[in-house]
């Protein structure tokens, strides 16, 4: 079975810093990964996915992911952080590519400082 | 386009007695999710629909919930009756058919069981 592992429960930030969020996931076979973000009083937004091919990937709002199969590890990065970026950030880990049987991790809360 | 719609937004109940949530996917979107997500932790699929039908419920907890979607649009789940331990979000989300990669999210049903 998957899982999923995200180390931090909270990080605090300054606007304009640099950002990483950790995620470590646990899967015998290729994974197939997802990060969320769930911002107060909305639904979970997919920002990225991997699948195959390149490890780096691109998403929306800035952000981008690295695969690193050596490590198990999926971690989301963005080069300056904007106030708006304060939200619940998840990780999700799948056999498939079908994001409907994904496990999800247990979330990192973003606060960014002014 | 308007996004996935659930009502109501939060519920307030006391413990032993029935409540449901109710869920309108994105137009043109036949499969249908359910998730329960404790406070602080990810999402857990209860019930996916392809349409009317529910092709994956293992995680439902059957004693006392129940899902519905009649017509393949609109989606109910009940709890009957409520306990401690359901006070959670519920969230409901929606794909194309056939695009399982990508999943649309709605708010959420805040619900508090006393």
């Known amino acids: 079975a998957q899982s999923v592992t995200q180390p931090d429960i909270h990080i605090t930030v300054s606007e304009g810093a640099s950002l990483e969020l950790r995620c470590n996931y646990s899967?015998?076979?290729?994974?197939?990964l997802f990060w969320y973000v769930q911002s107060p009083g909305q639904g979970l937004q997919l920002l990225l996915k991997?699948?195959?091919?390149?490890?780096l990937v691109q998403g929306i709002k800035g952000f981008e992911a690295e695969f690193k199969r050596s490590q198990s590890s999926f971690n989301l990065r963005k080069p300056s952080v904007h106030w708006s970026d304060a939200a619940e950030y998840f990780c999700?880990?799948?056999?498939?590519?079908?994001?409907?049987?994904?496990?999800f991790g247990d979330g990192t809360t973003l606060t960014v400082k002014p | 386009e308007a996004g996935v719609v659930q009502s109501p937004r939060y519920k307030i109940i006391e413990k032993k007695q029935p409540v449901a949530f109710w869920c309108n996917p994105i137009?043109?979107?036949?499969?249908l999710y359910w998730y329960l997500q404790n406070l602080g932790q990810g999402p857990e699929l209860l019930i996916r629909?392809?349409?009317?039908?529910?092709?994956?419920d293992s995680q439902l907890p059957k004693d006392r919930f129940s899902a519905e979607r009649l017509k393949g649009v609109d989606s109910t789940l009940k709890i009957q009756p409520a306990e401690l331990g359901d006070s959670a979000v519920y969230l409901c989300?929606?794909?194309?058919?056939?695009?399982?990669?990508?999943?649309?999210f709605g708010p959420g049903t805040r619900l508090t069981v006393l």
């Open positions: 989300a929606s794909s194309p058919l056939g695009v399982t990669d990508t999943q649309y």
């Open positions: 999700a880990v799948g056999a498939t590519t079908n994001a409907g049987k994904s496990t």
């Open positions: 991997y699948f195959s091919g390149d490890t």
């Open positions: 899967y015998g076979a290729t994974p197939y």
């Open positions: 629909y392809e349409n009317e039908e529910a092709v994956d």
């Open positions: 137009s043109g979107h036949n499969t």
